[in-house]
């Protein structure tokens, strides 16, 4: 099975590719963020990829949460 059937199978193969590309890139601010010791910039950092891997393992497409 191929992955964003498994990883989010409710996306498309677009939506799927957007959303890794953005969680690359706050991967690498949030990266830069920890080597100049910006402990509140990686922290939200880290929580915003921590929501698009939420998005990514939910079973809703585009839940709004509460």
């Known amino acids: 099975m191929e992955p964003s059937k498994t ?13 890794m590309a953005l969680a690359r890139l706050l991967t690498f601010a949030q990266g830069t963020a920890k080597g100049l010791n910006a402990n509140f910039v990686e922290y939200c950092l880290d929580m915003a990829v921590s ?14 949460r509460n």
């Open 7 to 19: 990883l989010a199978p409710n996306r498309s193969e677009e939506e799927l590719r957007e959303l």
């Open 51 to 64: 929501g698009i891997l939420e998005e990514l393992n939910s079973s809703d497409k585009f839940k709004l």
